[in-house]
């Protein structure tokens, strides 16, 4: 175990001491929830008197607006506990009091116990504690649960977010939701660090991603064509819960909700926590220590005000072999080479993050709020080791440099070392109203950015000779967004209506910006000794160049109408409209239309239908990514690459300005709850994507090309070799089928909560209209598992809570290609079983111990991959660095 490891209990047992000695006096918190308030509440309709109400006892509030629009409250004046004061508030409303966890207080209308019972005995309730999480994601109805969406929506509560040992929210995810799946991919320029993650196996930007109902950016990385948004950027130690939306979106909000949409909200409620944890894998190697801290203070005028701060720092993995051509290269010139000569695992990471969330009342029905994240980090990844004996276009010695020779350098080789270096943040700010009446409104604007530079350490550029460095940096690529958005939702009473009909409407200008920062000028540099085969630019990833540099931008405009209308007491349909015109390509018009029909209080049917878009990015579109070289018979410089559809090289070879990704999505299912705890869904779904951005097949520009297109006027053709862009190519359909259940009740002397979920889903290719890959196909159709489960148990029993939980991936393709052609290799299904403790010493100090994939389960081994040093696959979409252990601490108060 290393040094550096060793601390981590240390820090956790000095941060929790600390706590303990600072905060002793005050751990009676539970107790404080029944200490009197200071009520001034004058007589006034009920609904505004219930928002004065939330904010004099600084909890939450959700309550049917609707329902309760003619009714008044009495004045209340004086010291008493806030369960007190709701009950004389709410007192003879038909109100009642559904869920208060401390933080949160749910209202609903009480139950009718008058009809008579079914034969047999009376019939249970069904609890509100069963699919009665609030959500605000995919409606614009107020109090909306889980139960009563029109849509499939799973909430993953702060326990939940909390309960694995990954810093990373898009590696919790994938251990939390079965149709959410992240690649590792080690040693991939790039996607070791931005790893990218698929919804129904869906392309990893075509998920809508959102930070308190507000778009959160992209990343700046185009991970395969993707431009999606990096989640480990959120802090997950800010999280209060997450809302997943299983169905697509668009005609809600906009671009990217094809698969669906993530909608992570902040816990605003007071109060402080911090902890302290150490993990390290069964191996010995990637040792983390983490630390977090959140302070929360509710404002004199009822507001909030909340800050976070969140720190990871990893060391890295390796699950690598010696390989055997570097074995044969040292028994052949007896040189000592490094075992392993590169290093295939997760990366070495250092990360900080902040996030900080706030509102405050500037009139009776009116706020302000705010909220943003920040994040910085680094990290170190190795990428091929280069062999003296075979890699003779950096070691040969030529007329070029005489008595230069590499072997002095890395008479061993070499395999470079990958850094990046990122900074990320988004600031939102508002202003909203009416949230006690039937007109809401919000009126807020965004910004956000992340900026990512490239670096390459232990390298050279071998066209440069004894001028070239060893270290490089290789340039940054920038993402910007800018938004603005007004939001209204207004509750239409209509006497043919036994229910308000909810009415939502606004309109959003997004620009996102992309920007391509040129690298250090060797990183790119074609020197003389191109002329004699030897390698330009950094040798194993050559630096962004001076033509590959510029600003692009996009600029959309959109507006929305949403309409929810509650034909019965039973039966609710909703449509929406969205229309959007951007920039760059013109105009996307979407629709999507729902309806639920509850069959009884316990069980209900539901089912949508829905266009959706993914436009394009000024990155897709703009952007390029080439090497340079120089032709060693005609001595003229060229590049071989990929260029931007736009530009007249490609649009010679059919290349025109890509187009929407568009859908069409069908979803139909029932959702039930029971009066004993017992609570899911069964949803099924079909998503049409046409038109999906893919690569082109390499293009080779002829003499008699290059001529034809000199002369007409197009110069730069000369420069290039071979060619690629992106285009609209694939035609691909998703089928699947997604079962939720959740289980919490009393269970001998404690209180289980269960939650089991399981994913199928099948992709085909339909159409491809320039040339089908058997290696696009195989990625498509098989490259992720179409059988996804996880099943999560917990069990407290006084202050022991014990967590097992079983998570299950199924069979997938993995294909690499070569010289010869691609080869495809079969993996079977595999499961990990992960289990945790945790003992609560006191109220506010609790400390949890368990591990991840307790029984140190590895997949099959990557047998074409062998060769390279990989012992499991890159592509395979869990972790293969075996069992983790780890011990946190918690405290609070």
């Known amino acids: 175990m290393s040094a550096r490891f060793r601390r981590a209990p240390l820090f956790a047992a000095l941060l929790a001491t600390s706590a303990v000695c600072a905060t002793s006096p005050v751990f009676a918190a539970p107790a404080m929830a029944a200490e009197a308030h200071a009520f001034a509440i004058p007589a006034q309709p009920l609904s505004s008197a219930l928002t004065q109400f939330a904010r004099q006892a600084q909890v939450q509030i959700f309550f049917p607006s609707a329902t309760i629009g003619t009714l008044r409250a009495p004045a209340l004046s004086g010291h008493m506990t806030r369960q007190v004061a709701l009950g004389r508030l709410i007192a003879g409303t038909g109100l009642a009091v559904k869920k208060d966890d401390g933080k949160t207080v749910v209202l609903g209308l009480q139950e009718d116990r008058s009809e008579p019972a079914p034969r047999g005995g009376r019939a249970a309730t069904p609890t509100d504690d069963a699919g009665s999480d609030i959500i605000v994601t995919g409606t614009r109805a107020q109090a909306q649960t889980v139960f009563t969406a029109l849509s499939p929506v799973d909430t993953l509560s702060e326990k939940q977010v909390k309960s694995t040992v990954t810093a990373r929210l898009d590696e919790k995810l994938t251990q939390l939701v079965p149709a959410f799946i992240v690649q590792k991919l080690p040693a991939s320029d790039g996607p070791e660090f931005i790893r990218p993650a698929s919804l129904n196996n869906l392309s990893p930007d075509m998920t809508l991603v959102m930070v308190n109902g507000k778009r959160f950016h992209r990343s700046s990385f185009l991970n395969s064509g993707a431009q999606a948004t990096d989640l480990a950027q959120i802090p997950s130690f800010a999280i209060g819960h997450v809302e997943v939306l299983r169905d697509g979106a668009s005609a809600q909000y906009g671009s990217d909700a094809i698969a669906g949409v993530i909608n992570v909200m902040f816990d605003t409620k007071p109060g402080f926590s911090a902890y302290a944890q150490g993990s390290q894998y069964y191996k010995g190697d990637g040792e983390q220590v983490q630390l977090g801290g959140r302070a929360g203070f509710a404002l004199p005028g009822g507001g909030h005000f909340v800050v976070t701060g969140e720190f990871a720092d990893t060391n890295p993995t390796s699950r690598s072999q010696q390989r055997q051509d570097a074995i044969d290269f040292s028994n052949a010139t007896g040189i000592a080479v490094k075992d392993p000569v590169q290093r295939w695992g997760n990366p070495q990471l250092q990360t900080i993050k902040f996030a900080v969330d706030a509102a405050e009342p500037i009139g009776d029905d009116v706020e302000v709020y705010g909220f943003g994240t920040f994040g910085k980090g680094k990290g170190w990844s190795d990428i091929n080791w280069r062999n003296p004996a075979t890699t003779t276009s950096v070691y040969n010695q030529t007329a070029a440099f005489p008595g230069f020779d590499v072997n002095d350098i890395y008479p061993a080789g070499f395999a470079p070392s990958e850094g990046v270096r990122y900074t990320d943040f988004q600031t939102v700010g508002g202003i909203r109203g009416g949230q006690s009446g039937d007109f809401r409104w919000d009126l807020s604007s965004s910004f956000g950015q992340n900026a990512t530079a490239f670096y390459l350490h232990n390298s050279i550029n071998a066209s440069l000779g004894p001028d070239s460095p060893l270290n490089f940096y290789l340039g940054r690529n920038i993402q910007r967004e800018f938004n603005l958005n007004a939001d209204g939702v207004y509750n239409l009473s209509l006497p043919i209506f036994a229910k308000p009909v909810t009415v939502a409407f606004?309109?959003?200008?997004?620009?996102?910006?992309?920007?391509?920062?040129?690298?250090?000028?060797?990183?790119?540099?074609?020197?003389?000794?191109?002329?004699?085969?030897?390698?330009?630019?950094?040798?194993?990833?050559?630096?962004?160049?001076?033509?590959?540099?510029?600003?692009?931008?996009?600029?959309?405009?959109?507006?929305?109408?949403?309409?929810?209308?509650?034909?019965?007491?039973?039966?609710?349909?909703?449509?929406?409209?969205?229309?959007?015109?951007?920039?760059?390509?013109?105009?996307?018009?979407?629709?999507?239309?729902?309806?639920?029909?509850?069959?009884?209080?316990?069980?209900?049917?539901?089912?949508?239908?829905?266009?959706?878009?993914?436009?394009?990015?000024?990155?897709?579109?703009?952007?390029?990514?080439?090497?340079?070289?120089?032709?060693?018979?005609?001595?003229?410089?060229?590049?071989?690459?990929?260029?931007?559809?736009?530009?007249?090289?490609?649009?010679?070879?059919?290349?025109?300005?890509?187009?929407?990704?568009?859908?069409?999505?069908?979803?139909?299912?029932?959702?039930?709850?029971?009066?004993?705890?017992?609570?899911?869904?069964?949803?099924?779904?079909?998503?049409?994507?046409?038109?999906?951005?893919?690569?082109?097949?390499?293009?080779?520009?002829?003499?008699?090309?290059?001529?034809?297109?000199?002369?007409?006027?197009?110069?730069?053709?000369?420069?290039?070799?071979?060619?690629?862009?992106?285009?609209?190519?694939?035609?691909?359909?998703?089928?699947?089928?997604?079962?939720?259940?959740?289980?919490?009740?009393?269970?001998?002397?404690?209180?289980?909560?269960?939650?089991?979920?399981?994913?199928?889903?099948?992709?085909?290719?339909?159409?491809?209209?320039?040339?089908?890959?058997?290696?696009?196909?195989?990625?498509?159709?098989?490259?992720?598992?179409?059988?996804?489960?996880?099943?999560?148990?917990?069990?407290?029993?006084?202050?022991?809570?014990?967590?097992?939980?079983?998570?299950?991936?199924?069979?997938?393709?993995?294909?690499?290609?070569?010289?010869?052609?691609?080869?495809?290799?079969?993996?079977?299904?595999?499961?990990?079983?992960?289990?945790?403790?945790?003992?609560?010493?006191?109220?506010?100090?609790?400390?949890?111990?368990?591990?991840?994939?307790?029984?140190?389960?590895?997949?099959?081994?990557?047998?074409?991959?062998?060769?390279?040093?990989?012992?499991?696959?890159?592509?395979?979409?869990?972790?293969?660095?075996?069992?983790?252990?780890?011990?946190?601490?918690?405290?609070?108060?």
Do not use: C
């Not at 390029?624 to 060229?638: F, V």
């Not at 699947?736 to 259940?741: A, E, L, N, S, T």
């Not at 320039?770 to 059988?787: C, F, M, N, W």
């Not at 022991?800 to 997938?812: A, I, P, Q």
């Open 506 to 893: 606004g309109a959003e200008r997004r620009v996102e910006t992309y920007r391509i920062r040129a690298g250090d000028e060797a990183s790119y540099a074609v020197g003389e000794g191109a002329a004699y085969g030897l390698a330009a630019g950094s040798n194993g990833f050559p630096g962004f160049s001076d033509l590959q540099a510029g600003s692009w931008s996009q600029t959309s405009y959109g507006g929305y109408l949403d309409v929810t209308v509650p034909v019965t007491e039973a039966w609710s349909v909703e449509a929406a409209l969205r229309d959007e015109d951007y920039s760059s390509f013109g105009n996307s018009f979407n629709y999507k239309f729902s309806t639920r029909y509850e069959l009884s209080p316990a069980l209900a049917v539901r089912g949508s239908y829905s266009t959706g878009f993914k436009a394009p990015t000024p990155a897709q579109i703009n952007s390029t990514s080439t090497s340079q070289g120089l032709d060693t018979t005609t001595l003229l410089l060229y590049t071989t690459g990929r260029l931007s559809p736009l530009n007249p090289v490609a649009q010679y070879f059919g290349a025109t300005a890509l187009e929407p990704e568009t859908s069409k999505t069908a979803t139909a299912g029932f959702v039930w709850r029971t009066g004993f705890g017992l609570s899911g869904s069964v949803d099924a779904y079909q998503i049409k994507v046409d038109n999906r951005f893919s690569v082109s097949p390499s293009y080779v520009l002829t003499d008699a090309i290059k001529a034809s297109l000199i002369a007409q006027g197009i110069s730069q053709a000369a420069d290039y070799r071979t060619i690629t862009f992106f285009t609209n190519d694939y035609d691909t359909r998703t089928r699947g089928v997604d079962f939720v259940v959740s289980y919490k009740h009393a269970v001998g002397p404690g209180v289980l909560d269960a939650t089991a979920s399981y994913s199928y889903t099948q992709t085909k290719v339909v159409s491809s209209q320039i040339a089908q890959s058997d290696t696009t196909r195989v990625k498509y159709e098989k490259g992720l598992p179409e059988h996804n489960a996880v099943a999560t148990l917990n069990y407290t029993l006084g202050k022991v809570s014990l967590m097992g939980r079983l998570r299950y991936y199924g069979g997938w393709t993995d294909s690499s290609g070569n010289a010869s052609g691609d080869i495809f290799q079969d993996f079977g299904g595999i499961a990990f079983v992960d289990a945790g403790v945790t003992y609560e010493f006191r109220p506010g100090l609790s400390m949890r111990v368990g591990a991840e994939n307790l029984f140190n389960k590895y997949p099959e081994k990557a047998t074409f991959q062998a060769s390279r040093g990989l012992v499991y696959s890159r592509n395979a979409p869990y972790d293969t660095n075996g069992g983790n252990y780890y011990a946190r601490v918690d405290v609070w108060f």
